[in-house]
Each structure stands twice: as C-alpha cells, then as structure tokens.
C-alpha cells in the first residue's frame, strides 16, 4: 500500500515540477503585522544559488487593529497598500519575473483581513497568499537554513513577529516541530502596555503572560529532543536584530557587519531589558542601534525573547538575518526542482503533510490512493479538452482525493462536511491558506449538492479563478470516488473517449476480475454523473471494457 501511495505521490511531484534553467528575478513580499518587507533576488538555477539584489522594508503596524471587532484599521491597511505600490514599483523597475507575496498574523486573525486582500487585488493586481502558523514556521525554517548550516546538529529557531512567536526544532533535515504562538511585539504592546515608561504591575503581568503562552510550545518542542542533545538557538526577526545591534553598541561600540553570527547572551538581555523598562518611547528611540519605529514595541519583544531563553534553558542566541521572506523564495526554488539534492525532504512536504493528515483522521488510505489515481486519470485524459487547468490544480485534486473521507473520523453521515472543516483546520504543510481552502471545499463536494453561491465555504475562496476551479474539479473526484464504490479496486482502469459532435464522453471501465460486472460501480455513476454533465456540458457514458 505504501509503495503504490509514494508512487503516486511521486507523480503528482514529477506532473508540478516546472524546471527552470535560465537565470531569473524573483520578488517574495511579507506582509506582517508589523511591517511589510519585501526582499529581491537573482536565483541562478544552475549552481543552485540566490543572490539578494535589493530589501524593502514599510512599518505600517496592521497589527494595531479595532480592539472591539479586532477588524484592520483604515490608516494602517492604506499605509500598507501605499508600501506595496512602491514595492512593485521597485520590483518592475528591478525587471523582476515574478513576484510571490504572502500575509501572516494580523490579516489571518482579522475579520476583514480577507477584503483587505481583495482591495490589494483589485487596485494593485497583486495577489497575496494566506499562510498559517504552522506554514509560515516551516518557511522561517527554509529561510535560515539558506544562510546556516547546521550540520545535522538540533537548531532551536525563534522568529518573533508582530502578532506571533514561532519555534522550529530541527537539524537541517525535517523539522522536529514547528509551532505559532499568539505572542508578538505588536499584539502585546497594544493590548497590555498602556504606562510610558511602563509600570512595575503591567511589567510583571507582561511577563507572566507571555511565559504561560510559551510554557506549551516549549515543552513540545523539548519532547522532540533526544538524551545529550544540546540544542543551539537562532533568532530572526527585525526585534531580535535590533536587540543584537543594540548590544553590539554596548559591547563594541559599532554595529556588526553582517549580523548573521552574532551572539546575544542572557545576560547582556536580561541587562538590557531592566534598562529598557526604565525608559520612555522618546528615551528608548535614542539609543544606538534602535531601528527606525521598533522602540515602541521593543520591550515587549524583548520579554518574549528573554522568557523563551529562560524557558528552553539558553544562555545565548545566535542571530540571522534571513527569516520568512528568503524561506518563500527557498520554497519556491524547491517547488521547481532546483535544491532537491540538498533539501530533498522539502521537495515532497505537501504530499507527505497529506499522508500525515490521512493518518490521523484514520483515512482508510488504500481506497483513498485510488480515488487519487482515478482523479488523477480522469484530469489528464480531458486535460486540453473539458478544461485547461495544470499542474498546481492537480496537485491539489490529488490532496483532496486523499482527504475527501477524513470526516467518518467524526461521523459518516455528512461526512463531506466534515472533512471541510478537518482539511481546514488540519495544518497541511506546504500549502497556502487559498489552497488549503480550495481542498477543502473540493473534498466537501465529493458527494452531495454541488457548489453553491449560497454555501459560506464556497464563497470564501478567494476569487472567480478558485471557485471555478472547485466547480470543475470537484466533479471528478466525484465519479473517482463511484469508481471505487465497493472500496476492493474493482476498477482496474479507466479510459475516456471523447466524441466532440455528438459532445459525448464514454468511460471505459477495465475491471479488475473478469468476473465482476462491476454493477455497483456502474450504478454509482450513472447515479454521481449528472454533477460532471452539467458543469461541462457533455453526456457521460460508463462502460464496462472486457478487452
């Protein structure tokens, strides 16, 4: 079984792969909750190797939203949409190809961080991904590792955001854990920092908040660490960076150049965050090395990075310039097949991350590789002719045909609905929120009504693009799914015909026995098949092929 399921997966990954052999511009925006950066770079595919050519960065605290409705305030998404004009201003002028943006935190929790995107699109035209927690952590992760070699020795990476804090365990290879924690500099700032400078009670109380939201992920992540391993910490982020010059002013007078390699011990950060208590805004944006609008949050970054220090039992951490932004051109260079050799784990993380959710809503996986493999077959072979998706669709038909049955977990009756709302919520790595939700809504129409505008799922796929995807694909997991209805591989293979006059599409069955007449299986399409006749406008004919 497990062989026949890496097989296909390895399809899926030779049908996406795009390579690319010329030298080529490449643009990854972050829009934070604090900031939005964007970083360009030269990929030369054949060494393989990124140069970094230019680094954009805009404060424009999305973070800073309506405390009641926890909606985007206008001042910061305009300020934003202000930065990312300039950025792709920038960008074209730097004749970049292509230009990958993703948001976190503070537009993933807010309630209108979804139209705020759509505004993007429609005045800018750029297209901007959600990714998770849990995704944005594995990017990090990506990101340093292109700067840091660890040797197959365990990292221990702290990234700490406007709007969250992530933890990464891992040795270069796959990583060990990877969580999101609720705690940035930004959200702790707003919510629970009203005194300038700020008071002994608000500062104990900050403390003591931000070391029982961390006690969880760092307890996880010490459960991933083997007897003797002496884990090295690696911090990114602008806080972290801003700590280290700070104290590299207070240690050597100048700021180091480059700052990757830095060491901040506990010591000197326990120091400089007494000092920083003491002091008001305007005081702390005096210092040397203060990054232009970091005082206002500083403190509050630096308390988490101080309790996580004192949580994981380190006495120093070593800084990193590179994070999330060089992470999403590493993933990218991945998804085109360029660093295999050295991350060859990565290059499969969506197909494996499947397989690991399929697991744990215990998906019975035989039947589920095979509704894959009919999904698959039935897409190639109308590929050009019925529709014109490609590789990346696919591979999302293939992750939904591994799913669609994750929801018996909870129960069978409306099951498809549930496994909606496990694929939503069941952090698969490698993906995008948008093809997260695409998913999930395409395993949601497995059986049942087809997509409707008046279902809340469908509408919040993120354009026209996604829902016609969804109306289109979903159809053929359907009848993969009648193919295997008795769920024992009855169906051997499938084979379309297609008669464009008569606007006809035969379905040649191949049983697996010569004995079956596979009347279930015919029953269920012809029972599953006007779903796919009203979407493509054809007439489907099932028939069983002895030959």
Not at 198 to 209: G, N, T
Not at 278 to 302: Q, W
Not at 406 to 429: D, M, P, W
Not at 522 to 541: D, I, M, Q
Request: proline content about 4%; hydrophobic content about 40%.
């Amino acid at each position: 079984m497990l062989d026949s399921i890496l097989e296909s997966k390895d399809q899926v990954v030779r049908q996406n792969s795009q390579p690319v052999d010329s030298e080529i511009v490449l643009a990854a925006i972050d829009v934070g909750t604090n900031s939005v950066h964007m970083v360009v770079v030269e990929i030369q595919p054949k060494l393989p190797a990124f140069t970094i050519i230019a680094r954009e960065k805009e404060t424009v605290r999305l973070g800073d939203r309506e405390p009641k409705t926890g909606k985007l305030k206008p001042e910061p998404m305009s300020r934003a949409i202000a930065a990312l004009r300039r950025f792709l201003e920038i960008a074209k002028s730097l004749k970049v190809q292509q230009t990958i943006a993703v948001a976190t935190s503070a537009v993933r929790e807010a309630p209108n961080g979804r139209d705020f995107l759509k505004q993007v699109k429609s005045e800018l035209g750029l297209f901007i991904n959600l990714i998770s927690g849990p995704e944005e952590a594995r990017r990090i992760y990506l990101g340093v590792l292109s700067a840091m070699e660890f040797n197959g020795k365990p990292h221990i990476i702290i990234d700490i955001g406007g709007g969250s804090t992530e933890l990464i365990l891992g040795d270069g290879r796959d990583p060990r854990t990877l969580s999101s924690t609720k705690v940035g500099a930004v959200r702790l700032t707003v919510e629970y920092i009203i005194t300038d400078p700020i008071s002994d009670r608000e500062f104990f109380y900050l403390q003591a908040y931000v070391r029982g939201r961390l006690e969880r992920p760092v307890e996880e992540l010490q459960a991933h660490l083997q007897p003797g391993e002496g884990p090295r910490l690696v911090g990114t982020s602008g806080t972290i960076e801003t700590l280290g010059t700070i104290s590299a002013y207070n240690q050597l007078g100048l700021e180091p150049s480059p700052l990757t390699g830095y060491e901040l011990s506990f010591k000197h950060l326990r120091a400089l965050v007494d000092r920083l208590r003491t002091l008001s805004d305007s005081e702390r944006a005096k210092i040397p090395g203060m990054s232009e609008k970091r005082s206002e949050i500083i403190l509050a970054g630096a308390v988490i990075l101080l309790e996580a220090m004192r949580l994981l039992g380190l006495d120093s951490v070593t800084i990193c310039e590179r994070s999330l932004r060089e992470g999403i051109i590493v993933d990218w260079m991945l998804a085109h097949g360029l660093i295999s050799d050295k991350l060859c784990y990565q290059s499969e993380v969506r197909q494996r991350s499947a397989i690991k959710v399929a697991h744990k809503y215990q998906v019975q996986l035989e039947s589920a590789e095979r509704s894959a493999d009919f999904s698959l077959s039935l897409f190639d072979q109308i590929q050009g002719i019925l529709h014109s998706w490609g590789p990346e669709e696919r591979e999302l038909l293939w992750a939904a045909a591994i799913l669609h049955n994750c929801g018996v977990y909870i129960s069978h009756a409306a099951h498809h609905k549930h496994s909606y709302y496990l694929i939503r919520n069941g952090e698969l790595l490698g993906y995008t929120e948008t093809e997260v939700e695409v998913i999930a809504n395409l395993a949601r129409y497995h059986r049942k009504s087809p997509p409707k505008k008046k279902h809340e799922n469908y509408n919040n796929l993120a354009s026209h693009k996604h829902r016609e995807m969804v109306a289109q694909l979903s159809p053929l997991l359907r009848l993969a799914v009648a193919l295997d209805r008795r769920q024992i591989g009855a169906i051997k293979a499938v084979r379309c015909e297609y008669n464009s006059k008569k606007k006809e599409l035969r379905l040649h069955l191949h049983p697996a026995s010569p004995d079956d007449n596979c009347e279930l299986e015919l029953w269920s399409l012809n029972e599953k098949k006007a779903v796919f006749e009203a979407e493509y406008g054809v007439k489907l004919v099932p028939i069983l092929s002895r030959g």
